[in-house]
């Protein structure tokens, strides 16, 4: 009987561990590729690690092509988004959650029901309403909207707000306090960890969108990073070590950003996926 | 009096996702539907044409139309099943009790989900190179014959599936989620009546899951039908249309040909798939979804 358990344990893990490979393979191969030269990233059978080490993969690929401007572009509309949608999202989140007006539940309810509507369908006329607004190489339309709260973000606020028990702010309205300053001083320092896994996806959200600004800016100086590395290698598609230290430098802000913040991106997970 | 206040701070709360829900999605929504009724390139001004994009779909005029509903349906009916089964079998390994380090494999099937997509298909066009892939390279010292992948029109759309599992992680997680939900004197008391590990799983597990197994199969059909960013950067549509995905199909078509009017019933039709498919995921899921509350 324990024999058999060893066994079966031991397929578990192998399986597991085959599965974290698969997860991590590529990426490392990623990294390994920006470090090569160009001959020996063409050699067969292919090296794992690179020798020598070349680290003016990195300068060349950052200096061929704008990126300094591109993270400048990126950080500014992520930023702006990132407050837009903590402020817009959570105080609508609070009168779903916490007040009483005719209407909320079914618009609640179509608010949920936009999640499911393809962007595609929106993004035409959308795209000519920005076009009539004059605001088409602007970054405008991709950061306005997140002005006025994501359904997701306010689906999973509201979800969090509903668990904060009610006597405290009824016990602060008995004392005189109006709906800004519960919100203010009582909802919103309870509900930290919420807000920081909307901050957390907001910010993945903007960084790593690619069809708002491929259909929105025209103009090379406004490019994002993700536009960046496209047009990168439309230039440099044959120089495979350039192309993956791009990349790499594409992707390492983000990964700072969720192991620092890992925790609270499995419990926003969880929550979508579970309290529905 | 008292109540009339109340409603008013309540909507001016909610106001900033009101005016989001018009101006994002009812106005453009209502927008479409219209201009899909039109003749509407980027030079002229929208004319009425009735049914015109539709038929010219429908009766062929269009050939691209059944080619990329036939390469998202392809994609689709692989991806979603594939990637179900295998989300649940990873969450159901890592939920072992014996399992250490459970956090860490946590974070590293999680960690391809936050790779920007545009990055993430650079990876992969490497990974995928037929001459000097890694892919390849592991078939050939295994003696294998190696593969085309996004070269062929037979391997594209697999080879696509194949890397949308790279990004299972959010899945995994939230099925692991629910499996740690599960309550565990139902197991106990199995065990007392002699049920087996695949008796449990058969008469616990499953229906437990079933609700999950739901959200996680309408939230993965509504993310397949909507393929982009591979489809643009990776294979443009080709081999010979061959990835013709549908929502790169309606890009080309508003973007780079600058038919509005056509490309906008093009959504519309992609829309009511989804409504169809969700709504008959809805009916059927009530002779399967076992829900605790209803008992």
Redesign the interface.
Known sequence: MKRKNAAG?IA??T??II??C??????F??VR?SFMTSMQ??E???VWIPVPFKLSNYTEALTTVDFARFFRNTAFITVSCLIGAL???S??A???AR????G?RL?FA??LA?M??????????????WKLAGLINTYYPLIL?A?????FD?FLLRQFYSTIPRDLDEAAYVDGAG?LTI?WKIIVPLSKPALIVIGLFSF?GS??D??GP??YLNEESKYT??LG??MF?SLHSAQ?NL??AA?TV??TP??IV?FIG?RY??EG??LT??K? | MIGKHRAIVGILFALPSILGLLLFTALPMLSSFVLSFTDYRTVNTPKFIGFGNYTRLFDGTDPYFYKSLWVTFKYVILRVPIGLAMSFLVALLLNQDFIKGKSIFRTIFYLPVIVPAVAASMIWIWLFSPDLGLLNSFLEALHLPTILWLDSEATVIPSIVFMSLWGIGSTVIIFLAGLQGVPRSLYEAATVDGAGVFRKFRAITIPMMTPIIFFNLIMGSIGAFQVFTEALIMTQGGPNNASLFYNYYIYREAFQFGEMGHASAIAWILFIIILIITGIFFKTSKSWVFYESEV
Do not use: K
């Not at chain 1, 002005?147 to 359904?151: H, L, N, P, T």
């Open positions: 344990q578990v893990y399986i597991l599965g974290a698969f997860c991590l393979l590529p990426l191969w990623l590729s990233i063409f067969m059978p292919p402020i817009s999202s105080v609508s609070y009168s779903y007040l009483q007006w005719p909320r618009i179509l608010l936009s499911m509507l393809p962007g595609a369908v929106t993004l035409i006329p959308t795209f000519i309403g909207p002005w006025f709260g994501s359904a306010i709906h919100y993945m960084w790593n690619f069809m491929l259909v990073v993700a590395l496209q290698q495979w192309l993956m990349s594409v992707i983000v990964i969720f890992q991106f499995i997970i969880t996926g579970l529905g």
